[in-house]
């Protein structure tokens, strides 16, 4: 049985074959044949953080797979009054087919996978969203970017950072990070990365310039300033990251035919301009919807496996 915390864990074929899967079953719900791969199954899905996308897709995904999803706010559950996640693991995973979590550290996550029976999906941690990384390199395939692309990203040095970090890693491509001085991404994944990088290839820059990390890339990304639970820097983040928002004349740099990614939600105006956002190399809603098909993927390749 196979649990899907990172990517870490994956390689570039189970990586591949699972956004091809995800591509299959789009495809198949384009046509409205839709193909009830997880009849009978049943999704748990623990949040411990808000969310509109992972929520939505993951539970139209497994309805549409002919499964039944459940939303646990920890809130609502005991795991947010103090339920050792040790005993909310087991419980949940003698009754469910599959668990979804959104969380604060990936202990947890790592810990609630040591004691459930079935496979846990990592919906975003403060470390790793490793699901929206799938989204993100099927859009990149559609739209003809994933061979040999160059993918710059400016901001911040956080979950969706070192997300990249391994999908660059695991891929073999070209990644540029440039992130303020200070915000810069965890040490431990940098090195994880280049040492990963040194078997498939990628080509990994660290720096702080967003100009030199954009000038002749195929795709720009970014992501917001203020991660969930940093609500309280906000004032000190936005002073930190002047002159990193993507806006056109930073996109000026790019190749002519360079796309823009952006996890969702964005901030118009802080990390990227409206301009930027609205226009024509925006694929933003592409890649929001992704979420669903390649998280489907995911689901039924992740069922295969037990
Ligand atoms: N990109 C993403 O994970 O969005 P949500 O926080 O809305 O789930
Ligand atoms: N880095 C952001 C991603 C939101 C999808 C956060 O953790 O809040």
């Known amino acids: 049985m196979r649990h899907f915390l990172t990517l870490k864990d994956y390689t570039k074929e189970e990586i591949l074959e699972i956004l091809e899967l995800g591509l299959k079953i789009k495809k198949e719900v384009k046509a409205k044949e839709l193909n009830p791969r997880l009849a ?24 549409q797979l002919g499964g ?3 939303f646990l706010s920890n809130r609502d559950i ?3 009054r103090g339920e050792p996640v040790k005993d909310t693991a087991r419980v949940i995973s003698s009754m469910c087919d599959m668990v979804m979590i959104r969380t604060y550290e990936q202990a947890m996550l790592e810990e609630f996978s040591r004691y459930s029976k ?6 975003l941690s403060d470390s790793y969203h490793p699901v929206q990384l799938l989204a993100d390199f099927m859009t990149m395939m559609e739209h003809g970017k994933d061979v040999n692309p160059i993918v710059a990203y400016i901001g911040d040095g956080n979950n969706m950072t070192h997300s990249w970090l391994m999908l660059a890693a695991k891929l073999g491509f070209e990644l540029r990070i440039a992130t303020p001085k200070g915000y810069e991404c965890d040490p431990a994944v940098i090195a994880d990365a280049l040492y990963l990088s ?21 795709v720009v990304t970014t992501d917001t300033w203020i991660s969930m639970g940093q609500e309280e820097e906000k004032a000190q983040r936005i002073r930190a990251f002047e002159g990193y928002i993507v806006d056109e004349a930073l996109m000026a740099l790019a190749l002519k035919d360079a796309v823009f990614l952006h996890c969702l939600p964005a901030y118009r105006g802080v990390e990227v301009s409206e301009a930027v956002l609205e226009g024509e190399q925006s694929l933003i809603f592409d890649e929001a919807e992704n979420r669903l098909h390649a998280q489907k993927g995911l689901m039924v390749w992740l069922d295969k496996h037990r």
């Open 78 to 80: 005991h795991l947010g």
């Open 40 to 63: 009978g199954q049943t999704l748990a899905m623990i949040f411990e953080k808000s969310s509109t996308r992972t929520r939505v897709s993951f539970e139209v995904g497994m309805y």
């Open 198 to 218: 040194e078997q498939s290839g990628a080509k990994i820059i660290i720096g702080n310039d967003p100009k030199s990390a954009v000038l002749g890339a195929s």
């Open 118 to 123: 079935v496979p846990v999906i990592n919906g």
């Open 68 to 70: 039944h999803a459940l």
